[in-house]
């Protein structure tokens, strides 16, 4: 550790009065000039302050090096007694000396000093005064042991002194690659860095990453045993204070009451492995600049400030579980679930994390449980083939009864709005509320938000309907072909169309406020989330927009047919298509890079596609769904978002 040595101070010693010392009988009066090296001998200086009775006694101190030589031998010193010189020259000479660590040490032996004969002396630095500090001489290597007058700092272990809590906050500011550095300095450091605040903190950092634990628990998901921090009985965990600045030493597998800013508690859990946790709902996301997969570490503040995530779960599993995950998707190829029940072609699904809902050319509505792929229910509403849909996802966790909502739209010209609940024996039961007429053709695509039902027709028609009173709000009218897709987002209305346009749509106005070109064939797929548009043609190319300029910024080029689907999710940059050429890609949006594609699961031409961090499904002119799950054998991945 190198440290400003502080400033000598002012001798009060005569060195007028020194004489030569004597030889004593072992012959250690000074160290040797071996063992101390090339920067002892600076304290020889001729810029020391001269002195007449020095020059006297010494001949000359300006003498040449062999006049060093001869009066410094053993055989030229005069006898010196009283005791008190004999210890103070070898004081004096330690206190005057500037050693290097290695040297130091060695200085403890004393022996007959002999200058080089090598050394030009009037190159060398002056020294202070008579302090005999060299002038540039500011810093220097300091022992514990080293006999100095006044005491010297040690090395501290500054992380393991402050509390625990100040330690963690600390720690939430590194990435984590220096968090990992920081498991190998001691015993503490890797406690503090493994504290389930700091991992909490990496886990969030990263883009897209989210927990659910509401969700999680509702689906039946249960605390699992983990070798850090749980036992392997059932145990009621002390109450940990949730934020950065908990103890550090307490397992993280509790959360207190905490007040948000209105002074409510947020949350008040007690976690037992065998049986579920109780907590209010509870959604986190995060949200950053698009394609940042970590925050610059000299921006970025700790999360926690702000936002309540529960210190019980496992966060280091968690971040490593997650991670696990997104590498399966670039190079992993996960054992298909086929289900099969559809008499005919497959054209649309939705799901959630409970249930996979898809419309077929059989007019039937069909529920598929994801994990087992049991059907849970059939509906009969159309007279036609069920084209397209949308539902709530996730309607049930409350456990309240709520009914759900589904919109269906068919070949028939209609668009169906449906009550869903759960029946006896967990079977999904579904009655039709209302029918939305006015469209003069087949209903190709929905989109549905919390104000609107938008629907386009073959008939070239978009069509916007109130989801509250079921009314027709407008119509809006300009493309020259089926209108085969639309997307929906804070109040913009995207569509894409059979006459190779996109247009874009304000609702409250009823105007286009856009129209995009560059396909050279019809448009049959539309994703439209953030400023992104990513649309998909006959021409076999996949586009990328920017919503607001209408420049397209990136092409993707790869199937060999018709894209019919797309699914788009801007946190992770994913994109995933799908082809009459019976193929599913995955592309890295922020590259234009095809990451992954499945191909033989399908017999058929693929209509539709979807996905989440957890599963791809995609349905086929073969009759079947293909789900592609990635969480096999990851016990955490149910909290995922």
């Not at 200086?45 to 020095?54: E, K, L, Q, V, Y």
């Not at 990263?206 to 059932?234: D, K, M, V, Y």
């Not at 597998?253 to 007040?259: D, V």
């Not at 009550?419 to 579904?430: M, P, S």
């Amino acid at each position: 550790m190198t440290v400003t040595r502080p400033p000598s101070p002012t001798l009060s010693f005569d060195f007028s009065i020194i004489s030569p010392p004597s030889p004593s009988p072992d012959r250690n009066s000074f160290p040797s000039a071996s063992r101390l090296g090339g920067s002892q001998s600076r304290l020889f200086s001729p810029h020391w302050p001269r002195s007449p009775t020095r020059d006297k006694r010494y001949n000359t101190i300006h003498g040449s090096p062999s006049s060093y030589r001869t009066i410094l031998s053993p055989s030229h010193r005069t006898p010196q007694t009283g005791k008190s010189m004999k210890c103070l020259i070898p004081r004096l000479w330690v206190a005057l000396s500037s050693p290097t660590r290695k040297g130091r040490r060695k200085a403890s032996r004393w022996n007959t000093y002999t200058l080089p004969s090598n050394v030009s002396y009037a190159d060398l630095q002056p020294l202070d005064g008579e302090e005999g500090e060299l002038i540039d001489d500011e810093a220097c290597y300091v022992d514990a042991h080293d006999p100095l007058p006044s005491p010297l700092p040690t090395l501290t272990d500054f992380l393991s002194r402050l509390p625990p809590e100040i330690a963690i906050y600390l720690l939430c500011f590194l990435d984590l690659s220096s968090i990992i550095a920081c498991q190998s300095v001691s015993r503490t450091w890797n406690m503090l860095a493994n504290d389930s605040a700091v991992w909490r903190e990496l886990f969030y950092r990263r883009q897209g990453w989210g927990i659910n634990l509401e969700r999680a628990i509702a689906r039946g998901w249960r605390l699992p045993t983990f070798q850090e921090g749980l036992t392997e009985s059932p145990t009621s965990l002390t109450p940990v204070p949730d934020s950065p600045t908990s103890h550090a030493f307490k397992p993280r597998m509790s959360l207190e009451p905490t007040s948000s800013s209105a002074g409510t508690p947020t949350a008040s859990v007690h976690v037992h492995t065998s049986r579920p946790v109780s907590v209010r709902p509870l959604t986190l996301t995060h949200t950053s600049s698009p394609w940042s997969p970590e925050h610059p570490s000299d921006t970025y503040l700790p999360l926690s400030t702000s936002v309540h995530a529960p210190l019980f779960l496992p966060w280091r599993h968690l971040y490593q579980t997650r991670s696990a995950l997104d590498a399966r998707w670039t190079g992993t190829v996960p054992h298909p679930m086929y289900l099969r029940g559809h008499a005919d072609s497959v054209y649309c699904l939705e799901f959630d994390s409970k249930r996979i809902i898809s419309g077929s050319r059989d007019q039937t509505i069909k529920v598929w449980d994801i994990q087992t792929g049991r059907c849970l229910g059939t509906f009969r509403g159309h007279h036609g083939s069920v084209l397209c849909l949308k539902f709530e996802k996730d309607w049930d966790i409350k456990g309240d009864g709520k009914k759900g909502f589904m919109v269906s739209g068919s070949s028939d010209r209609k668009a169906c709005v449906w009550d869903i609940w759960i029946g006896e024996g967990g079977e999904v039961r579904a009655q039709v509320r209302a029918v939305l007429r006015g469209h003069l053709d087949g209903v190709l695509d929905l989109r549905v938000d919390d104000q609107w039902i938008v629907s386009c027709s073959k008939d070239t028609k978009i069509r916007v309907w109130n989801r509250e009173t079921l009314e027709l709000y407008r119509t809006l009218s300009g493309h020259e072909g089926p209108v085969n897709s639309v997307g929906l987002q804070s109040g913009l209305i995207v569509s894409a169309s059979g006459d190779t346009k996109m247009m874009l749509w304000d609702i409250e106005r009823g105007t286009c406020l856009r129209t995009f070109d560059g396909h050279d064939r019809g448009l049959a797929c539309i994703e439209f989330k953030d400023n992104f548009i990513v649309s998909g043609s006959s021409d076999c190319k996949i586009k990328v927009w920017n919503a607001t300029t209408g420049e397209c910024v990136r092409t993707l080029v790869g199937h060999d047919a018709l894209v019919r689907a797309l699914a788009l999710d801007p946190a992770s940059g994913r994109l995933v298509s799908a082809s009459y050429d019976k193929v599913v890609k995955v592309w890295d949006l922020r590259t234009g890079r095809m990451i992954q594609q499945f191909k033989q699961h399908h017999l058929g031409h693929i209509f539709d596609v979807k996905f989440d961090i957890h599963r791809i499904v995609s349905t086929s002119h073969d009759q079947r769904i293909v789900v592609l799950d990635f969480t096999q054998n990851l016990d955490t991945a149910a909290l995922f978002t």
